[in-house]
């Protein structure tokens, strides 16, 4: 059973860059068809998708985060990763990667909570 | 504000059936049978009950079952336990925003 494991920094400055990585077990990032996606959610609220990538490099975003997010991914490594930019408290959430297909969402790591604070 | 409109809370006895409605749009239910449900139990990740309005995953009771009318879906959860006491999502497909979510459902087993 495919399994994602978030990792980065628990605490991140405003205006810095949000930086998490996603790493794949049990499955290829090269083998599809899945999109490897982010989503988020705020302190007791819901859900938030935040953009998925393709094995390829193609890369898709939530409109209204466009211009802030960044998504990579590096199939030697078998993970792929997030950028946030210009972070305020608004993005203190826990944030998830996940295996999703072309419409719902397989399978998801457990989540990391990353606070905006100075 | 969600795209898709929940109601906040649902309660139903061990035993009964309950309905959550997933109300979106033109844009996302109305026009893709995309619909899918997700189930979030507290400080758990969510996980993948009903997709494409109607179908289970593998491992999923048949107690969990969808529909669609218009703009709306409806989640029906039927022969309540009290493992079905949590966080329900819905989410939809959309041409232009891509996966869009409800604002949730808390379901409480009385």
């Known amino acids: 059973q495919v399994q994602l494991v978030e990792s980065g920094p628990g605490l991140v400055e405003p205006s810095q860059t949000l930086s998490l990585t996603c790493t794949v077990s049990?499955?290829?990032?090269?083998?599809?068809?899945?999109?490897w996606s982010w989503i988020r959610q705020h302190p007791g609220k819901g859900l938030e998708w935040l953009g998925y990538i393709y094995a390829s490099g193609n890369a898709y975003y939530n409109p209204s985060l466009r211009g802030r997010l960044s998504l990579s991914v590096d199939t030697s490594k078998n993970q792929f990763s997030l950028k946030v930019t210009s972070v305020t408290a608004a993005d203190t959430a826990i944030y998830f990667c996940?295996?999703?297909?072309?419409?719902?969402?397989?399978?998801w790591g457990q989540g990391n909570l990353v606070t905006v604070s100075s | 504000q969600s795209a898709l409109t929940q109601p906040a809370s649902v309660s139903g006895s061990p035993g009964q059936s309950i309905t959550i409605s997933c109300a979106g749009s033109s844009s996302d239910i109305g026009t893709y049978n995309y619909v899918s449900l997700y189930q979030q139990h507290p400080d758990k990740a969510p996980k993948l009950i009903l997709y494409e309005v109607t179908n289970r995953p593998s491992g999923i009771s048949p107690r969990f079952s969808g529909s669609k009318s218009g703009n709306t879906a409806s989640l029906t959860i039927s022969g309540l336990q009290a493992e079905d006491e949590a966080d329900y999502y819905c989410s939809s497909y959309t041409y232009n925003d891509g996966m869009v979510f409800g604002g949730g459902t808390k379901l409480t087993v009385l």
């Open positions: 996940a295996r999703a297909g072309d419409t719902q969402i397989w399978s």
């Open positions: 049990n499955a290829s990032i090269n083998r599809g068809p899945y999109y």
